[in-house]
């Protein structure tokens, strides 16, 4: 759902009359990081199944990703927003860590997605999720929110998702109308209005 906050905020933002300007001059800590670890969380989605070692220890990989990506986090933490990040992300973390690498989810709140998808969830890996039972700890950290109609993408979220997506928010709207340089092009503008009058 992380994607549906980071679109919704770039909407919110352009509506507000922001900007992408600060976009051009972001510098994070580690940035080159991010797109490494996405690659091999991506591969591991995709070969996890066919590859019985990869799949045996798939569960340790994305743990060492939420790792880095903590890291990743807590060095550029001073951002606003980020430390709403790093706490979703941690939530995710540790439910996670605490049931082999995968994140719990409700079969109750599944029944929302396409009957197939429950199928798959008990009888394979699936990206990095596993069903949640009795024996699941911190069940509650897991994906037990239902979204569905009016919001036009039926999913199953956590209350770590929701946590990241607000983070997420509040960064893009700083990026795009409280920052030195989306505000510095605003300036630019009213100053050239002024000159014409």
């Not at 939530?91 to 798959?120: H, K, Q, T």
């Not at 919001?151 to 928010?169: K, L, V």
Request: hydrophobic share 50%; glycine share 10%.
């Amino acid at each position: 759902m992380v994607f549906d906050g980071i679109i919704l905020a770039f909407i919110v933002g352009f509506l507000r009359k922001g900007n992408l300007r600060a976009l051009a001059q972001l510098r994070l800590k580690w940035g080159w990081i991010f797109p490494i670890l996405l690659v091999v969380e991506l591969t591991v989605f995709t070969l996890q199944n066919n590859l019985k070692f990869l799949g045996q220890i798939s569960g340790y990989i994305y743990i060492i990703v939420y790792v880095l990506g903590l890291l990743f986090l807590f060095m550029n933490r001073n951002n606003p927003g980020f430390t709403l990040i790093l706490f979703g992300v941690f939530l995710n973390f540790l439910v996670m860590v605490l049931n082999g690498g995968r994140m719990p989810v409700s079969l109750d709140a599944a029944s929302i997605l396409e009957p197939g998808y429950l199928d798959v969830l008990k009888e394979e890996l699936y990206a990095k999720h596993a069903a949640l039972t009795d024996s699941t700890r911190l069940g509650f950290l897991g994906d037990i929110i239902p979204i569905t109609k009016p919001y036009p993408r039926t999913q199953i979220i956590s209350i770590g998702d929701i946590i990241m997506n607000i983070g997420a928010f509040l960064f893009i709207q700083y990026l795009m109308i409280k920052h030195p340089a989306s505000k510095r092009q605003k300036t630019s503008l009213s100053m050239e209005g002024g000159e014409a009058k």
